[in-house]
């Protein structure tokens, strides 16, 4: 079992930034890729971001792509999702979640929230115009 706590959340003004992070109960983090995942009002949760279990490779939705940046510090064992150039339309409670020990190791890089085993509670993120 792997418990996550997001924080970082708030309000925040269109083109501002804000910076996520996860912490993770499990003393093996290491060994699970991470992803950020997000649930605007009425919508569906979607994809964000995900990071391989060592931090090499990551993986970006085209909504975020070039504003966020997903990053991992294995020996704290938290994650983060850095977010600049804000946007309304970024206005979610945005979630963590690690994903189950998978055979490709380093190279797996899930954007599939079935691939994801342990989730965050949210935290809010507000961007206004």
């Known amino acids: 079992q792997v418990q996550l706590v997001e924080s970082g959340g708030g309000l925040v003004q269109a083109g501002g930034s804000l910076r996520l992070s996860c912490a993770a109960s499990?003393?093996?983090?290491?060994?699970?890729?991470m992803g950020w995942f997000r649930q605007a009002p009425g919508k569906e949760r979607e994809f964000v971001a995900a990071?391989?279990?060592?931090?090499?490779?990551?993986n970006y939705a085209d909504s975020v792509k070039g504003r966020f940046t997903i990053s991992r510090d294995n020996a704290k064992n938290t994650g983060y999702l850095q977010m600049n150039s804000l946007k309304p339309d970024d206005t979610a409670v945005y979630y963590c979640?690690?994903?189950?020990?998978?055979?490709?190791?380093?190279?797996?890089?899930?954007?599939?929230?079935?691939?994801?085993?342990?989730w965050g509670q949210g935290t809010q993120v507000t961007v206004s115009s």
């Open positions: 990071i391989s279990s060592s931090g090499g490779r990551t």
């Open positions: 979640a690690v994903a189950r020990p998978d055979w490709r190791g380093s190279y797996y890089v899930p954007r599939a929230e079935g691939e994801y085993a342990y």
């Open positions: 499990a003393r093996t983090f290491s060994v699970y890729a």
